[in-house]
Nanobody, 118 residues
Framework: QVQLVESGGGLVQAGGSLRLSCAAS????????MGWYRQAPGKQRELVAF???????NYADSVKGRFTISRDNAKNTVYLQMNSLKPEDTGVYYC????????????WGQGTQVTVSS
């Protein structure tokens, strides 16, 4: 089992920055990929960015050049630095941990609200 706790959301004006944190605990050795997803009102949850155990990263086109995902293995924490925020970045941001296996398993955090005002 993996437990994920997010923090760092809030209200910010367009053009501002926020940093989200996701602390993992439990069977962290089993995690292969960690990422951030977001869900805007009335929309489906979408991938924002992910980072592998090897440090490879991938971003949604809509956030490339503005968001940076990173990890601190000593603290078992993944971060999402969000710069140049836009109103369309508003939503609930969820931390995700994926464990590969015969059937991949996803763990989710409780979500943290990010609101960008225009």
């Amino acid at each position: 089992q993996v437990q994920l706790v997010e923090s760092g959301g809030g209200l910010v004006q367009a053009g501002g920055s926020l940093r989200l944190s996701c602390a993992a605990s439990g069977s962290i050795f089993s995690i292969n990929v960690m990422g951030w997803y977001r869900q805007a009102p009335g929309k489906q949850r979408e991938l924002v960015a992910f980072i592998t155990t090897g440090g490879n990263t991938n971003y949604a086109d809509s956030v490339k050049g503005r968001f940076t995902i990173s990890r601190d293995n000593a603290k078992n924490t993944v971060y999402l630095q969000m710069n140049s925020l836009k109103p369309e970045d508003t939503g609930v941001y969820y931390c995700n941990a994926r464990v590969f296996g015969s059937r991949d398993h996803d763990y989710w955090g409780q979500g943290t609200q990010v609101t960008v005002s225009s």
